[in-house]
């Protein structure tokens, strides 16, 4: 492994480390902790998707074989989303939360494909390297258009989830532009 991912990846544990710590640290009861722990640890997955997503629209059409950066972020992401799911496990368990099985289908497709996608993401065709991208974009865009919306149990609609929204929606199409534009 390179140890500049090694680096990445320390950093990024540490991080979801500090937001389990400090979210126990601010909400000592477990299901809180996990409630908070979950929303957090989402935003930074979020983030890290963002820089991913983006550095891959800054290098296209550059192969993902060759790109290193790109790569270990995918990886990064992988490893942060696993974390997030964890802390979003344990508040569903805590919490006794009711799941609509209908609603659960498309993230469960997202959360497969991130967690496959270190292993095999570089050896597909772009096409295919787009639709994960786009997909797992779009994905977590329902998911703020439902906190937006009031839709999500334990969680206030918050000016931060309409940003978010806003945030996914321009870099989808930015992202996409200049994709285009880099292709031609």
């Not at 993902?64 to 992401?77: A, Q």
Request: glycine fraction near 4%.
């Amino acid at each position: 492994m390179n140890t500049s991912f090694n680096k990445l990846l320390l950093i990024g544990v540490a991080l979801e480390f500090l937001i389990l710590i400090g979210c126990y640290l601010l909400h000592p009861e477990w299901e809180e902790t996990f409630q908070y722990a979950a929303r957090y640890s989402g935003r930074l997955s979020a983030v890290v998707f963002l820089y991913t997503f983006y550095s891959y629209a800054m290098t296209f059409p550059l192969v993902l074989g060759k790109n290193l950066k790109v790569r270990h972020f995918i990886k990064l992401f992988a490893v942060l989303h696993v974390i997030h799911f964890a802390f979003l496990a344990l508040n569903i368990y805590l919490n006794d939360i009711q799941l609509v099985p209908v609603k659960l289908l498309g993230g469960a497709l997202a959360y497969l494909m991130i967690v496959v996608a270190p292993f095999i993401l570089h050896r597909l065709k772009r096409p295919f390297q787009l639709l994960y991208f786009y997909y797992v974009a779009l994905v977590m865009t329902i998911t703020y258009v439902a906190r937006v919306q009031g839709d999500f149990e334990g969680a206030q609609p918050y000016w931060l989830h309409d940003a978010m929204l806003v945030i996914f929606l321009v870099a989808m199409i930015g992202f996409a532009l200049r994709m285009w534009k880099a292709k031609t």
